[in-house]
């Protein structure tokens, strides 16, 4: 089983950025990564996604433009910048990977098999 773990997450202003990282136990390059989110009250949703090769990626309608996915092999990470953010961006950030997974147009949790534990972000002013 891979262990994923999230970090930089935090309080940001309106209109701030941050830089979420995901980092694995295992080779995350073999792995499809996945970014999601669970606001209180509310259902987990995809954010965005990129393919174990690295040559695809996808982006939830809603942070398109703002948000970019990335690796850092070297790190053996995955990083999740998020610029622009809005107060409805406020979650917990669940990093999820695949092994050899793709990143289907639909950003979907039954696609992923192993998940980290969360990391808190705040927008607020």
């Known amino acids: 089983q891979l262990q994923l773990v999230e970090s930089g997450g935090g309080l940001v202003q309106p209109g701030g950025s941050l830089r979420l990282s995901c980092a694995a136990s295992?080779?995350?390059?073999?792995?499809?990564v996945g970014w999601f989110r669970q606001a209180p009250g509310k259902e987990r949703e995809g954010v965005a996604c990129i393919s174990s090769s690295g040559g695809s990626t996808n982006y939830a309608a809603y942070v398109k433009g703002r948000f970019t996915i990335s690796r850092d092999n070297a790190k053996n990470t995955v990083q999740l910048q998020m610029n622009h953010l809005l107060p409805e961006d406020t979650a917990v950030y669940y990093c999820a990977a695949e092994y050899l997974g793709g990143c289907p147009r639909r950003i979907a949790m039954q696609d992923f098999d192993n998940w980290g534990q969360g990391t808190q972000v705040t927008v607020s002013s």
């Open positions: 295992g080779f995350l390059l073999d792995y499809g």
